[in-house]
């Protein structure tokens, strides 16, 4: 059983930067791969980035630039980068995993089996 824990989220100013992590157990597959997605107050969830166990990474094309997924195997955890934070960052950040997903399911949200429990991203102006 795959489980998830989210850290690193808070109250930044805009401009700022944070940094989200998330801590995973349980991988079993060698296609094993961690996405972000957020979901802002009154919006649908929607993706943010991706990375495989192979390393591969995915973005949303609205955040590319702005955010960079990557993954320490040591320490099975996935972090996210962001940058030059702005008000539309405002959301609840879930960290998901799966252990079959193919490359065109990646930005799907409902392709991934196991979720983290969100942690708050608030940004101030």
């Known amino acids: 059983q795959v489980q998830l824990v989210e850290s690193g989220g808070g109250l930044v100013q805009a401009g700022g930067s944070l940094r989200l992590s998330c801590a995973h157990s349980?991988?079993?597959?060698?296609?094993?791969?961690v996405a972000w997605f957020r979901r802002a107050p009154g919006k649908e969830r929607e993706f943010v980035a991706a990375v495989t166990w192979s390393g591969y990474t995915y973005y949303a094309d609205s955040l590319k630039g702005r955010v960079t997924i990557s993954g320490d195997k040591a320490k099975n955890t996935v972090y996210l980068q962001m940058n030059s934070l702005g008000s539309e960052d405002t959301a609840v950040y879930y960290c998901?995993?799966?252990?079959?997903?193919?490359?065109?399911?990646?930005?799907?949200?409902?392709?991934?089996?196991?979720w983290g429990q969100g942690t708050q991203v608030t940004v101030s102006s």
């Open positions: 349980g991988r079993t597959s060698s296609r094993f791969t």
């Open positions: 998901a995993a799966d252990q079959t997903i193919i490359t065109s399911s990646i930005r799907m949200s409902t392709q991934y089996d196991y």
